[in-house]
């Protein structure tokens, strides 16, 4: 289906900042959404963001908010994920997918909602 690749991931210590990228290919749809979460060890996937190809706005969640900036390039199929300030709880693979559906409540928050996930790129804040 979409083949995704995130890159950008690394070592930082707190209050640093990263980006990383998602790369698209295969055939991605825009009218459905790309999503960002992240897994720490002995936790579940949890929503980080979520962006769609036709739209500026993004959706975040509350522990990350007012730190971390999505954004896109559509021609070039590619999301961001712009991280500010990083704290060590931050510390987690982080995993770019496709296909949730952005025009039902909730969808874009819920992992089962997205059927493409990419290999997840790791992110570590030293104290």
């Given amino acids: 289906q979409v083949q995704l690749v995130e890159s950008g991931g690394g070592l930082v210590q707190a209050g640093g900042s990263l980006r990383l990228s998602c790369a698209a290919s295969g055939r991605p749809l825009s009218t459905y959404a790309m999503g960002w979460f992240r897994q720490a060890p002995g936790k579940e996937r949890e929503f980080v963001g979520s ?13 990350v908010k ?10 070039k199929r590619t999301v961001y994920l ?8 931050d510390t987690a ?22 059927d493409s ?5 790791q992110v570590s804040v030293s104290s």
């Fill in 51 to 63: 962006i769609t190809w036709t739209s500026d706005s993004a959706d975040y969640s509350d522990s």
């Fill in 66 to 75: 007012d730190r971390f900036t999505i954004s896109r390039d559509s021609a």
């Fill in 82 to 89: 712009q991280m500010n300030s990083l704290k060590p709880e």
């Fill in 93 to 114: 693979v982080y995993y770019c997918a496709h296909g949730a559906n952005p025009l039902v409540l909730g969808f874009v928050r819920q992992p089962r909602r997205y």
């Fill in 117 to 121: 996930w990419g290999q997840g790129t």
